[in-house]
């Protein structure tokens, strides 16, 4: 059986580096030219690193595309898609990327060889989720996997400073790496070929 699998692209297929000195981090401490730290375990950048809303839209202005386009590819995340992709399963990009970073997107997605069918631009994944067809979703946003979640699509999220209070749910498995990736979806694959697994 073939699935149809979510994907997010930032924070799962790339590399932002250890959370007290990620690539936002590092930008924002050259832009800002101080040492800007992680104060808060939060998903809003503003209270993240303690800066104001007329600082994080100059620096988003500035930086966003320098980030896109250097950011690395995560470990492992090529060769398990490139996996899948060949096995005959539908991968479907959906990032909170505004769409006028399209262009930059898949230039990134080509340089670093990551194979899928769709690239959907969307902040509010669920209804995406839902409209697709999503056996299994990957995010490493707490709101988004909760959301999707409630559709009854089984997620995978990635362990992240701003997910750090989570520890997941019968719907929702937490993550370290791609490798652990892995392992839940041969067992998603593993419950769903043989149903008596999946109680």
């Known amino acids: 059986m073939k699935y149809n ?4 692209i930032d924070g799962v297929l790339t590399d932002e580096g250890p959370d007290h000195n990620s690539i936002w981090q590092q930008k924002m401490n050259e832009f800002f030219d101080r040492e ?3 104060k808060e375990y939060t998903y809003d950048l503003r209270k993240a690193f303690a800066i104001n809303d007329q600082e994080l839209n100059e620096f988003i202005q500035e930086k966003i595309e320098e980030i896109y386009s250097s ?3 995560i470990d ?3 060769e398990i898609l490139t996996e899948l992709y ?3 399963h539908r991968l479907i990009l959906i990032t909170a990327r505004s769409t006028e970073h399209r262009d930059l997107t898949e230039k990134w997605l080509e340089e670093n060889k990551i194979p899928y069918h769709e690239l959907h631009h969307e902040e509010k994944k669920a209804p995406l989720a839902v409209e697709k067809n999503i056996s299994l979703f990957i995010d ?5 996997a909760l959301e999707i979640a409630a559709e009854n ?3 995978i999220l990635v362990s992240k400073y701003h997910n750090y209070d989570f520890e997941g749910n019968k719907q929702i498995t937490k993550v370290n790496s791609w490798d652990e990736i892995k392992e839940n979806i041969d067992l998603f694959f593993s419950k769903n070929t043989h149903p008596s697994k999946l109680s």
Not at 140 to 144: G, L, R, Y
């Open 86 to 88: 060949n096995e005959g």
């Open 140 to 144: 490493d946003k707490k709101e988004n």
């Open 71 to 73: 950011v690395k590819a």
């Open 5 to 8: 699998f979510g994907i997010d």
């Open 76 to 78: 492992k995340a090529k």
């Open 36 to 38: 800007i730290t992680l």
């Open 153 to 155: 699509i089984p997620v």
